[in-house]
């Protein structure tokens, strides 16, 4: 099993520019998770999604944009990147978000993302 | 004031000693705690899982909460360089509350030989 991977692992845009950033998980969760995590900040939840098919706002959302068509992926886009966007983003899934056992967030490698 | 608070560092000790690490909550709602070690230009990885107050111990790892204080704390002993990492705390809540878990910023530990 793979785990959780990240596409691309490095980018660098700029201001203005568009990209995605593509998260798999070959586990069967449910849960999927975008995090970006800033020096000082730890880590803060941008969107996440409890099903195929669906999405909703975390902390920070503002400047993104998410899709899970399938179940095993969960899209980050960025239509337009601005320089306050520079972070290392990651993601996570877990088998449910309910009490107990099964809520553990398996987290993927990260995307480093600079942008100028 | 953050929902978890947790001292950035970095903690600096020799190999061998032992390590407190600490985190404290506001949130009366968490019920569920736990720790994630993140190595450098790593994702994080769970490392303890405790659930409403008490002690867990896994190997030489320790993670004991204290729901009365809002405090928790995750002990390493005899440690090893290869501890070294980024310590981060998280917790949800139950009944009613969020299950998905509010992240401490992390504590920088660096363990020296």
């Known amino acids: 099993n793979a785990g959780v991977t990240q596409t691309p692992k490095f980018r660098v845009l700029k201001t203005g520019q568009s990209m995605t950033l593509l998260c798999a998980q070959d586990?069967?969760?449910?849960?999927m998770y975008w995090y970006r995590q800033d020096p000082g900040m730890g880590l803060r939840l941008i969107h996440y999604?409890?099903?195929?098919?669906?999405?909703a706002k975390g902390e920070v959302p503002d400047g993104y944009n998410v899709s899970r068509l399938k179940k095993q992926n969960f899209l980050l886009g960025l239509e337009s990147a601005a320089p306050s966007q520079t972070s290392v983003y990651f993601c996570?899934?877990?088998?449910?978000?309910?009490?107990?056992?099964?809520?553990?967030?398996?987290f993927g490698p990260g995307t480093r993302l600079t942008v100028l | 004031q953050k929902e978890v608070e947790q001292d950035p560092g970095p903690l600096s000790v020799p190999e061998g000693a032992i390590v407190s690490l600490n985190c404290t909550y506001s949130n009366s709602a968490f019920q569920y705690f736990m720790w994630y070690r993140q190595y450098s230009r790593k994702g994080p990885e769970l490392l303890m899982y405790?659930?409403?107050?008490g002690n867990k111990e896994d190997g030489r790892f320790t993670a004991q909460v204290d729901k009365s204080s809002k405090y928790i704390s995750l002990f390493i002993r005899d440690s090893q360089p290869s501890d070294s990492a980024t310590y981060l705390c998280a917790m949800s809540g139950g009944s009613g509350g969020s299950y998905i878990p509010t992240f401490g910023r992390g504590t920088s530990l660096i363990v020296h030989p």
């Open positions: 405790t659930y409403s107050s």
């Open positions: 586990m069967n969760h449910e849960y």
């Open positions: 996570a899934s877990s088998y449910s978000s309910g009490a107990g056992v099964g809520n553990e967030q398996f």
């Open positions: 999604s409890v099903g195929e098919g669906t999405t």
